[in-house]
């Protein structure tokens, strides 16, 4: 039978990056609004000039 092995855990690493960026990014903040039409932007036309593959 084989031993369980586990992996260290270190309490204090350093995260690189926050669990949600959103959580970073203030309320009333400018991205936001850049976000939200960015998302809304139609771009199907640049998506069928692509090939597959």
């Not at 992996?7 to 990056?17: H, I, R, T």
């Amino acid at each position: 039978m084989s031993r369980a092995v586990f992996k260290s855990n270190e309490q204090g690493q350093v995260v690189l990056f926050p669990a949600s960026l959103d959580e970073k990014v203030p309320q009333d903040s400018p991205a936001r609004l850049v976000n939200q039409i960015v998302d809304n932007l139609d771009i199907a036309e640049i998506i069928n000039t692509y090939k597959g593959g």
